[in-house]
């Protein structure tokens, strides 16, 4: 497992996550490339990178144009003004017509171009058409016959939706519309999506579109079996699917991540809560969502670190870091120097 120090850091200016094995690294004469968990340099070099996903990364070449390459570090032959990751499979990208279509992983091009696509998810795309209205197609191009306002993605086998009245609502996969309008809606998670009602408040369905019994001056969606909801005095807390709500009203929160969540307190200092509610001791200036048994937090000097799920605070601390990923984390030391710990 790559140590602390282990990667050559000579000509790199700054490292990036890692995703897929690779992490994205700035060079000194502002060019990027990747580098694998060794700390061994790919070949290229490249005015701009995305990560690496579902085994391509993104790379803008010095015309502009932007390209993808394989984990060998191979590039694939097509230019194009822009390119999105893959997503199960395809990939969207700009032709130099300014429409959008997709590659498959061998880069050959679908035959239907668009105003404006969104990557597959669920195993349809959302599009918009000529007459600017969205669609949805599936992986070998075919459209839905429904055409809306604007739309979402798939989740849990629903999409929203917005219909010409400027209400919204659900399809199904076949396209078929649940009975429910609403001021606004988002994607079911965990069996449950939220909706605003006539009268402003928020409230969440099931999968049968029928309405729970609570009404919320805002809510989020579903993470690990609870969501925050804004209750009437203005205060946060966290109800679980059942619709029973936690004990505890903070003036903002984060979504559950790995058993944990984020809470900012009446002092305006952030701390972590379990499952059951209980707070940890900690208290900070920022914390981000634990991710892969840790949380990266900001002290009151300012400096940064982790913390694990105990609630104890790792030794290293740091001007700057990014979140733990793939077992390491990218940290920024005292001199400005980027390097990655384990």
């Not at 490339?33 to 060794?38: L, T």
């Not at 790379?59 to 984990?71: C, E, N, T």
């Not at 016959?145 to 919204?168: I, P």
């Not at 900001?298 to 670190?305: G, H, M």
Request: hydrophobic residues 35%; proline residues 0%; neutral net charge.
């Amino acid at each position: 497992m790559l140590k602390k120090g282990k990667v050559n850091m000579k000509g790199i200016k700054k490292i990036y996550k890692y995703r897929e094995g690779f992490a994205r690294v700035e060079l000194d004469d502002g060019y990027y490339a990747f580098i694998d968990q060794n700390g061994n340099l790919q070949d290229g070099r490249y005015k701009a990178v995305l990560n690496y996903h579902e085994g391509f990364a993104c790379v803008q070449l010095d015309d502009g144009k932007w390209s993808f390459i394989d984990r060998n570090g191979k590039l694939q032959d097509g230019r194009y003004n822009w390119v999105e990751d893959y997503s199960e499979g395809l990939a969207r990208v700009q032709l130099d017509d300014g429409k959008w279509a997709f590659i498959d992983q061998k880069g050959n091009l679908q035959d239907s171009r668009y105003l404006v696509a969104f990557s597959y998810h669920k195993g349809f795309a959302r599009v918009e058409l000529d007459d600017e209205k969205w669609a949805f197609i599936d992986r070998n191009g075919k459209l839905q016959d429904g055409r809306y306002l604007n739309a979402k993605d798939y989740s849990e086998g629903f999409a929203c939706v917005k219909l010409d009245d400027g209400k919204w609502a659900f399809i199904d996969q076949k396209g078929n519309l649940q009975d429910g309008r609403y001021l606004v809606a988002f994607s079911y998670h965990k069996g449950f999506a939220s909706v605003k009602l006539e009268d402003g408040k928020w409230a969440f369905i099931d999968r049968n579109g029928k309405l729970q019994d609570g009404r919320y001056l805002d809510a989020c969606s579903y993470h690990e079996g609870f969501v925050s909801v804004k209750l009437d005095d203005g205060k946060w807390a966290f109800m679980d699917r059942n619709g029973k709500l936690q004990d505890g009203r903070y003036k903002s929160v984060g979504d559950y991540s790995e058993c944990f969540a984020w809470v900012k307190l009446d002092d305006g200092k952030l701390a972590f809560i379990d499952r059951n509610g209980n707070l940890q001791d900690g208290r900070y200036v920022w914390a981000s969502d634990y991710s892969v048994g840790f949380a990266r937090v900001k002290l009151d000097d300012e400096k940064w670190t982790f913390v694990d799920r105990n609630g104890k605070l790792q030794p290293g601390i740091y001007k700057n870091a990014f979140d733990y990923c793939e077992g390491f984390a990218c940290v920024m030391l005292e001199d400005g120097k980027w390097t990655v710990v384990d």
